[in-house]
């Protein structure tokens, strides 16, 4: 396995870093540029930051918040959230960033995924994928998790990786914000499908949740929100735990 990457995600509305639960009831969790620089500082490998009610407001992401992140913090990050053109993936490229996250918008064109991925390189382009567990199976949610696509979700992340997305973003809307642990089945059968990186996300509330998604479902990262944000571990505890469990981190 390669070294693990660990990295924080700033859910951001209104200008402010929030947390919720199943995409729902969400809390205030500070301004995500001095989150961005303390979690920089602290040791995180990366940082996502997800404008969470762009898509629904039909609105640009947030580009001169993307500029504060970049002079604030000395790590890669990835921006996504309102996104829908390979315009878009440009500004927020030349805003700082360094990844660029697409979700609703290339469920909706899949070719877009093509055009952004030969534009800019794969590795500048994550396909975000919000899953919900229905029918024996997983089903993709677009549009901030508020629509089901009714696609299966190993059949989009497969097509995805073959479009060109050089990561996928795998959120388990059922165990986001929960403290509940990874959706590892999930992880797993994702995983075995495709050739490319796969970041957990949605459900980490213990030290054993972000070794188990590593070690068990298969990730090369494992995101999380609210165990930072509230001060339930820091960076260092996470590395200190999955290196003595003998997982790879970078320090």
Not at 225 to 233: D, K, L, R
Request: proline share 3%; glycine share 10%.
């Amino acid at each position: 396995m390669l070294t693990a990457r660990i990295i924080p995600c700033l859910d951001v509305k209104n200008g402010r870093t929030v947390k919720g639960t199943r995409f729902v009831d969400l809390r205030d969790a500070g301004d995500p540029v001095e989150l961005a620089a303390r979690y920089s500082d602290e040791g995180a490998d990366e940082l996502v930051f997800l404008d969470i009610s762009a898509t629904l407001e039909e609105r640009p992401t947030f580009l001169a918040m993307v500029e504060r992140v970049a002079a604030a913090v000395n790590i890669p990050f990835t921006v996504g959230g309102g996104i829908g053109s390979v315009a878009d993936v440009l500004r927020a490229l030349d805003a700082g960033a360094d990844k660029v996250a697409l979700n609703s918008a290339i469920l909706r064109t899949p070719s877009l995924l093509d055009e952004a991925a030969q534009t800019v390189g794969a590795q500048s382009i994550v396909a975000a994928i919000d899953v919900r567990q229905e029918n024996g199976g997983w089903t993709v949610y677009t549009r901030a998790g508020t629509e089901s696509t009714g696609r299966d979700a190993v059949a989009w992340a497969r097509e995805a990786a073959g479009r060109g997305a050089g990561e996928l973003l795998v959120t388990s809307m059922d165990r986001d914000g929960t403290t509940m642990g990874y959706d590892l089945p999930l992880l797993r059968a994702i995983g075995q499908a495709v050739p490319v990186p796969l970041i957990a996300s949605g459900g980490a509330g213990r030290l054993e949740h972000l070794r188990d998604a590593l070690r068990d479902g298969g990730a090369d990262a494992v995101l999380a929100a609210s165990i930072f944000h509230y001060g339930t571990f820091s960076l260092a505890d996470v590395k200190t735990y999955l290196q003595n469990e003998g997982i790879r981190v970078r320090w």
